[in-house]
């Protein structure tokens, strides 16, 4: 596949004090009727790249895993023994846990992903929350996030069972004081004694997970929810066969049915089938993940349904050890969900999207170089994945200024929260979230392959105790109109105002750009609808 064109989002300023990023409709704002300076006709626009996304012939869904690792939550450090490249924007230690998955959930809004898989692990009984990464109990924080944004008609929670650390090493730390996966978890044992039991798998696991999601938020295939389980493969589990792995998941379906009225739809990795053949007639499908350096991508087909897993890159290489997947500046992505989307798979997952360790995150990245953050811009996975989401080309689409792909001529933060190199500061508006403010006099921000196409009216969400701040849309180089931003009583009062039409050729995305011409206001993002 030829190397992608690529469009940009540049917000350009003088003198101002606010401006925030990349979201659908919904993620912490108050999507009020626009008003203000009246503007004339819309501008013509025949720029922009044409990209390939998903064809409205694809039903299939499309989720991402999420690991919540102790580092990710607390904002680091991002190390291992080889390099990390795909260090987050997001400085989770400026901030508390809620704010760290309001960031996330805003993320996974804007690559309109239908579900985030999240990485459980287990817990030991009578620790506090979180008890290591993948504690199902910090759950109801990513719920709270999702409700505070407004954003539950958006996203929908899954679970991937990171089966060897939640069931093995639970096991080992509980009965041995070690953790790790020797010795293995034993599934011949059911009843907790010696190094097996089913309390793993569901009473400290997938019990506190239904309990930390509420129905109505759990992403459900045919009216079940989704849970998938990583692998039963020998280096960390022992007596598979023989019924002992789908008795597992039987009770697992049992207990969640009597104690939650939920009937699971589970997709399992093919070695569970493979250990124990009884498991193909207790699941709902199977999964054969990908390779390092090969296979991408896979297709596994389970009861008439096929199910695609991918990654959009992988990179462990040290001096003992060279696995990689090279992004190859997102042409690898694009490829592997061309390869699983566009095949119309039942479901599609990625890994991971805040696996920083395996290199493998699809957040946004910190700004760099591509030889530092193997991305061509800090968006550019998500912006892949919304191109193979089910709404390419979303409609509001909702844009949050502090998560800018390139900043020129701002200061540091002066407020010392969510980035280094842009003046983001936490907002009192709708849905909570950051708005920009400090913006200098020539400022700018940009944003890569911005999906518009038709004629989209333009709105921006201001807050200003001055009259008379101006501002104009420059996209791919066509000059809209100049916007008188109104006062609107304070710095965290906020007003919607239009800020102009423009008519792009169908299925293109833009450089935009947005100059501010006076300083003295706030914004916390803006807006394009389909007119």
Not at 46 to 55: M, N, P, Q, V, Y
Not at 255 to 264: C, G, K, R, V, Y
Not at 321 to 345: E, M, S
Not at 361 to 384: K, L, V
Request: glycine fraction near 12%; aromatic fraction near 12%; hydrophobic fraction near 35%.
């Amino acid at each position: 596949m030829r190397p992608r064109q690529r469009s940009l989002l540049i917000i350009t300023a003088l003198a101002c004090t606010g401006l925030a990023g990349f979201q659908l409709l919904g993620s912490g704002a108050n999507h009020a009727a626009a008003v203000g300076t009246a503007v004339t006709a819309a501008v013509t626009d025949t720029g922009g790249a044409t990209l390939s996304h998903r064809s409205s012939t694809d039903t299939g869904a499309l989720g991402v895993t999420f690991s919540f690792e102790t580092n990710s939550l607390a904002g680091g450090p991002y190390t291992d023994s080889w390099p990390i490249h795909n260090v987050p924007m997001y400085e989770a230690n400026t901030a508390g846990t809620a704010q760290f998955w309001l960031n996330y959930v805003e993320q996974l809004v804007s690559a309109g992903v239908d579900y985030v898989a999240v990485d459980t692990r287990g817990y030991i009984p009578g620790s506090t929350v979180p008890n290591e990464g993948g504690d199902p109990r910090e759950l109801t924080q990513l719920v709270n996030a999702i409700n505070q944004a407004g954003d539950a008609g958006k996203l929908k929670i899954a679970a991937f069972d990171d089966t060897p650390a939640s069931m093995t090493d639970k096991m080992n730390q509980i009965v041995h004081g070690s953790g790790g996966y020797s010795p293995p978890f034993d599934f011949s044992v059911t009843t907790g004694s010696g190094n097996g039991g089913y309390k793993y798998l569901w009473n400290n696991d997938l019990e506190a997970f239904f309990q930390a999601v509420p129905s109505s938020m759990l992403y459900k295939v045919n009216g079940q929810p989704l849970i998938y389980l990583w692998s039963d493969n020998s280096f960390a589990f022992a007596n598979q066969g023989n019924g002992n792995s789908a008795r597992y998941l039987s009770y697992v379906r049992s207990q969640a049915e009597s104690t939650f009225n939920e009937n699971p739809y589970f997709v399992v990795d093919d070695s569970w089938v493979k250990n124990d053949s009884a498991v193909a007639g207790v699941v709902q499908g199977e999964d054969d993940w990908f390779g390092v350096p090969t296979p991408t991508y896979t297709n596994q087909a389970l009861g008439g349904q096929t199910f695609g897993a991918t990654v959009p890159s992988f990179e462990e290489v040290d001096s003992t050890a060279n696995r990689l997947i090279d992004p190859n500046h997102g042409n690898t992505f694009v490829t592997d969900l061309t390869d699983t989307v566009g095949k119309n798979d039942t479901l599609t997952l990625v890994e991971g999207f805040s696996d920083w360790p395996e290199n493998a995150a699809m957040w946004r990245t910190e700004a760099g170089s591509y030889t530092t953050t193997h991305r061509d811009y800090p968006g550019q996975d998500i912006n892949i994945l919304r191109r193979y989401s089910k709404t390419p080309f979303p409609s509001p689409l909702t844009v949050q200024a502090e998560t800018a792909d390139t900043i020129t001529g701002a200061q540091a933060n002066p407020f010392k929260v969510y980035r280094p190199d842009l003046g983001v500061q936490t907002t009192t508006d709708t849905g909570g979230g950051w708005n920009v403010g400090g913006l200098t006099t020539g400022e700018t921000e940009t944003w890569d392959q911005v999906p518009m196409q038709g004629t989209e009216n333009l709105s921006v969400r201001v807050a200003s105790p001055n009259t008379g701040s101006q501002f104009r849309f420059v996209i791919d180089g066509v000059t809209g109109p100049t916007i008188t931003v109104p006062n609107t009583g304070g710095w965290q009062t906020w007003q919607t105002v239009s800020a102009g039409s423009f008519t792009f050729n169908p299925g293109t995305y833009h450089t935009v750009e947005i100059q501010y011409l006076t300083g003295g206001f706030n914004v916390n993002w803006w807006q394009a609808t389909a007119g």
